[in-house]
Antibody, heavy 124, light 107 residues
Framework: QVTLKESGPALVRPTQTLTLTCTFS??????????LAWIRQPPGKALEWLAR???????FYSTSLKTRLTISKDTSKNQVVLTMTNMGPVDTATYYC????????????????WGPGTTVTVSS | DIQMTQSPSSLSASVGDRVTITCRAS??????LNWYQQKPGKAPKLLIY???TLQRGVPSRFSGSGSGTDFTLAISSLQPEDFATYYC?????????FGPGTKLDIK
């Protein structure tokens, strides 16, 4: 069974750096084609894709947030870490760790597994 | 970045109704389009991928269609558990983007 679980602080002060960890099981991020990504959702708002790391360590970032984000992986621990610098109130959101898999024969990637999410509030 | 739009932004319907939600991409994404359902306080759930393929375990009353820039999610006979928010997402670009969502509630 594939599971993802996010962990990190529930409260972050403005200007601080947020560090979130995704611990996963049931698959390996060393398997060719496997990808893990972070998605967030501010209260009452839409989903926003943030960053992704691939099995070969390629990293991709949201255009609007790329200067603030870093994603990394520790395959020995089955963990992926996202850091976001210079946090502000607009970054208050639920942050989801997700797996992207090529479900179709044409290798169209899809977010097929989601963690339960972790809520982060930015406030002084 | 590829921008995604959805219409309507909200929709009221009754159990048994057929409803459709549309999604448009700012450029062609071929059939790299996925649909998700989200209920309050829960993570989204994949319904349809590659524009029209039903994810395992998803009821057959859900269907997807379209290609290029225009896509549709249809629910043929609404059930009480279908009232939720629906998001489309493109996976053509390396940077995925979501639509703003369509909230489906009970009339």
């Amino acid at each position: 069974q594939v599971t993802l679980k996010e962990s990190g602080p529930a409260l972050v002060r403005p200007t601080q750096t947020l560090t979130l960890t995704c611990t996963f099981s049931g698959f390996s991020l060393t398997t060719s084609g496997m990808r893990l990504a972070w998605i967030r959702q501010p209260p009452g708002k839409a989903l926003e894709w943030l960053a992704r790391i691939d099995w070969n360590n390629d990293q991709f970032y949201s255009t609007s947030l790329k200067t603030r984000l870093t994603i990394s992986k520790d395959t020995s621990k089955n963990q992926v870490v996202l850091t976001m610098t210079n946090m502000g109130p607009v970054d208050t959101a639920t942050y989801y760790c997700t797996r992207e898999s090529p479900l179709s024969a044409a290798a169209i990637y899809t977010v097929d597994v989601w963690g339960p999410g972790t809520t982060v509030t930015v406030s002084s | 970045d590829i921008q995604m739009t959805q219409s309507p932004s909200s929709l009221s319907a009754s159990v048994g109704d057929r409803v459709t939600i549309t999604c448009r991409a700012s450029q062609t994404i071929f059939n790299y389009l996925n649909w998700y359902q989200q209920k309050p306080g829960k993570a989204p759930k994949l319904l349809i991928y590659a524009a029209s393929t039903l994810q395992r375990g998803v009821p057959s009353r859900f269907s997807g269609s379209g290609s290029g820039t225009d896509f549709t999610l249809a629910i043929s006979s609404l059930q009480p558990e279908d009232f939720a928010t629906y998001y489309c997402q493109q996976s053509y670009s390396s940077l995925f983007t979501f639509g703003p969502g369509t909230k489906l509630d009970i009339k």
